[in-house]
């Protein structure tokens, strides 16, 4: 069994990746994308995927780095911690996952685009107001050789901003994955900002043509293409989650350290030490968690949904326990939107209930553990 730590490539990694977003990505940089009303720093994203991020996933013979999925939730750490906006999740890691599970000339041209940093994705999938792509009710019907889609989607990040979409139907014996360009006709976008100031649209799906070529994998089996790619994304966002956590515990300890009251530090009160110390453990086995889904992923990705589900529930709760600690420890002015402490605590709760909130991903971890 690996060991849950760091490689030292990986340490490698996470240290280039904090040194390039500290200049190119600071929290401040997010509150300007914020103020001006943007979702998407496509400037930033080109000069990520010139680093190879983008490709992180993709095969090298695609023009990807092929890094494995631990490198990205490495990647995806380290925007956790300064609130990075760009397509990384939804593009560079569930898109270019789901590419990676069909073999053939297309696929292996959309994903030397994805590495190139020249197409982005979005993966329409969800209908309701939870993660539940079982429940697909939007229909794809036979249509000669190929196929219409009718139907609404809800709560697609990235959705407005995209290329492309992976879009998931109802056909005629079970589910479809298809990839179709985001402008074509019928195909109405409504962009949809989140309290975390990012992009989540709602799709509207109007007797959508969409032809053989289009179908990502094989008819009424979406799964076997999608389901990786979720995993993936899910690992990567409690990889994310758990950035975050950093983020906001190092910005609560360092106003422990400064903060005084009655002439002394606020740090050195034991009763804040105590709720520091405890969150600072949590943060600890939530790293292990998701060390341990990237290592899953990597070397034995049929029996990761376990290991996954544990991490993206493990860092939703830490996530959420360390921004109402940030909060509180803060006090009035951890309220303001003067003060960064808030932006964490709106993403946490978008991430929370992102790909499956912490209920979704606890019933699949008892139930994969006989419960």
Request: aromatic letters at 6%.
């Amino acid at each position: 069994m690996s060991k849950l730590v760091l490689t030292e490539e990986e340490t490698m990694l996470a240290d280039m990746a904090r040194g390039f977003l500290d200049g190119a990505a600071p929290v401040t940089a997010f509150r300007k994308l914020r103020d001006a009303g943007e979702t998407h720093d496509a400037k930033l994203w080109k000069e990520m995927a010139d680093m190879g991020w983008a490709g992180v996933l993709v095969p090298e013979d695609a023009g990807g780095s092929d890094m494995g999925f631990a490198a990205a939730n490495v990647l995806a750490g380290e925007m956790g911690k300064t609130l990075v906006m760009s397509p990384f999740l939804s593009t560079a890691v569930m898109a270019a996952t789901a590419l990676r599970q069909v073999s053939d000339a297309r696929a292996k041209d959309a994903l030397a685009k994805i590495a190139s940093g020249d197409v982005t994705y979005a993966l329409a999938i969800d209908e309701g107001i939870k993660h539940d792509p079982d429940a697909t009710t939007m229909e794809a019907k036979a249509d000669g050789n190929g196929f219409r889609l009718s139907g609404k989607k809800t709560f697609v990040v990235d959705g407005a901003m995209a290329d492309r979409l992976l879009v998931l139907a109802k056909t005629e014996n079970g589910l479809t994955l298809f990839d179709i360009p985001a402008d074509r006709a019928g195909i109405a976008r409504e962009k949809s900002n989140m309290i975390d100031a990012r992009d989540a649209a709602k799709i509207d799906f109007s007797n959508v043509e969409a032809t053989g070529d289009d179908v990502l994998g094989q008819v009424d089996d979406a799964m076997s293409v999608l389901k990786p790619a979720l995993q993936a994304g899910q690992a990567a966002l409690a990889a994310e989650m758990a950035g975050l956590t950093a983020g906001a515990f190092d910005m609560t300890v360092g106003y422990l350290k400064e903060r005084k009251q009655f002439g002394t530090e606020i740090g050195r009160f034991q009763a804040l030490q105590h709720r520091a110390a405890h969150l600072w453990c949590e943060t600890e086995v939530t790293a292990s968690a998701i060390l341990n889904a990237g290592r899953m992923m990597d070397n034995d990705p049929e029996n990761a949904d376990l290991a996954v589900s544990l991490a993206k529930a493990k860092a939703t709760s830490t996530a959420i326990l360390a921004v109402q600690e940030g909060v509180q420890m803060h006090g009035g002015i951890g309220m303001t939107d003067a003060f960064d402490m808030g932006f964490y605590m709106k993403r946490a709760r978008v991430g929370a209930e992102w790909l499956g909130d912490f209920s979704y991903h606890a019933e699949k971890v008892a139930a994969l553990r006989g419960f």
